[in-house]
């Protein structure tokens, strides 16, 4: 079982990701929420040599998600580049499963008419 540090930090990553998915797109927020979610949760019960792969893999993506949010902070709102490209090496360690994983949200990211129709936050909560 994880020890009360390492579950505070596993959730503190987890919260400071969906925050900075707030300043995506809706339909790339949701999209991006989703998949978050289901990762931190299929992750659970993972051997501690994922867990580091896995922790460090999160920081990266939240790290380079927070210089992009930071780049766009002066433009139109959630107008923006997001994502990163993977170079060949990235791409040859990925396992049978995780490139299919990517290849689903590649397509689900780049149709023209998405998944998820969101419309904004009501302000009456």
Same mark, same amino acid.
Request: hydrophobic share 35%; net charge positive.
């Given at each position: =079982?994880?020890?009360?540090?390492?579950?505070?930090?596993?959730?503190?990553?987890?919260? !400071?990701?969906?925050?900075?998915?707030? #300043? =995506?797109?809706?339909?790339?927020?949701?999209?991006?929420?989703?998949?978050?979610?289901?990762? #931190?949760?299929?992750?659970?019960?993972?051997?501690?040599?994922?867990?580091?792969? #896995? =922790? !460090?893999?999160?920081?990266?993506?939240?790290?380079?998600?927070?210089?992009?949010?930071?780049?766009?902070?002066?433009?139109?709102?959630?107008?923006?580049?997001?994502?990163?490209?993977?170079?060949?090496?990235?791409?040859?360690?990925?396992?049978?499963?995780? +490139?299919?994983?990517?290849?689903?949200? =590649?397509?689900?990211?780049?149709?023209?008419? !998405?998944? #998820?129709? +969101?419309?904004?936050?009501?302000?009456?909560?």
């Amino acid at each position: =079982m994880a020890g009360p540090s390492h579950v505070l930090k596993v959730r503190s990553l987890y919260k !400071r990701i969906l925050l900075l998915h707030r #300043f =995506m797109p809706l339909d790339l927020r949701a999209l991006g929420d989703q998949y978050v979610k289901d990762e #931190f949760r299929r992750h659970k019960a993972a051997r501690p040599q994922e867990v580091t792969s #896995f =922790m !460090r893999e999160w920081e990266n993506y939240k790290d380079g998600l927070q210089s992009q949010v930071l780049e766009s902070a002066g433009r139109e709102a959630n107008v923006g580049k997001y994502g990163a490209d993977l170079s060949a090496e990235q791409l040859s360690q990925l396992q049978d499963q995780q +490139i299919g994983q990517l290849y689903e949200l =590649m397509l689900e990211s780049t149709k023209s008419n !998405r998944q #998820f129709s +969101i419309q904004g936050d009501s302000l009456n909560k």
